[in-house]
């Protein structure tokens, strides 16, 4: 599933790619995946709105109209938001929505497992209340940070999973700030020490906006609005690396599972 550095840099080109373009319509091919009581007007909604910005929040592209609404996506595991110019006729393989502009381009949502979702969210609607902190916002203070770890007894790998919490870190980013700042994924959340939180802290941040200038991780089916693969998955530390050198310390990476989540980390250098 994509996660935060994915989600964001899908929403910098989509911005770059849709921003001031009008809807004309849209085709919805696999209607289920708009939610809504009834799809089919999606595109009559749409039709003569602009795109004025588009963004993140937590692992969900929003995509802000003029009429002051916001088609919220999430992508789910495969999913996937391509820009096509106009006069494009090669099919994109698993179309479920065209979102068409007035110009002839359109927006193309495929998704392949077909779990990802879209949603016309109206001006008033508090749909993301439930989110909790943006990891990459001055409001994620080392402060902040430690007074959400306050008294948790759930595992600090689990405790960055939930998205009440932190959001836009999954399974890849977890692994990875953690092998960073040496804690071990099942050390109770409420029991890190000040020096362990502040690693911590700084390897949340510092692992995402790497992630972020190599435009992603692409272990699987992600690519970026362009269609092109992120460059993250080279560098990786742990994530995925089972049985390899661990880069630090050379000692053997593991994969345990954790609240039915992989997890890889080394036993010698995450000792915290």
């Not at 770059?16 to 319509?25: E, M, V």
Request: hydrophobic share 40%; net charge positive.
């Amino acid at each position: 599933m994509p996660e935060l550095p994915e989600v964001e840099t899908i929403a910098r080109g989509l911005n770059r790619a849709i921003s001031g373009k009008i809807f004309a319509g849209a085709e919805l091919r696999l209607p289920r995946v708009v939610l809504a009581k009834d799809p089919r007007p999606l595109g009559a909604a749409l039709a003569g709105d602009r795109v004025e910005h588009v963004g993140r929040r937590g692992k969900y592209v929003c995509i802000s109209l003029r009429s002051g609404r916001a088609l919220v996506v999430h992508l789910r595991m495969t999913g996937r938001l391509v820009v096509r110019k106009a006069g494009a006729t090669a099919p994109l393989p698993y179309a479920n929505v065209l979102l068409q502009f007035t110009d002839g381009s359109d927006l193309t949502f495929a998704d392949v497992r077909t779990f990802g979702r879209m949603r016309l969210v109206e001006p008033e609607e508090a749909w993301a209340a439930d989110f909790g902190l943006e990891p990459l916002s001055h409001g994620f203070t080392y402060e902040r940070f430690s007074e959400l770890l306050a008294g948790r007894t759930t595992p600090i790998k689990v405790f960055l999973l939930d998205q009440r919490h932190i959001v836009g870190i999954g399974n890849i980013y977890a692994c990875e700030a953690l092998w960073e700042a040496r804690i071990r994924p099942t050390r109770a959340a409420g029991t890190l020490s000040k020096q362990a939180r502040q690693r911590l802290h700084h390897a949340i941040q510092d692992v995402l906006r790497r992630a972020i200038d190599m435009r992603g991780t692409s272990v699987d089916d992600y690519v970026d609005a362009e269609g092109l693969r992120g460059g993250f998955q080279n560098v990786l530390s742990v994530y995925g690396r089972e049985g390899q050198e661990c880069p630090r310390c050379r000692r053997t990476i593991v994969r345990t599972v954790i609240a039915q989540r992989g997890t890889w980390w080394c036993r010698t250098c995450q000792r915290s």
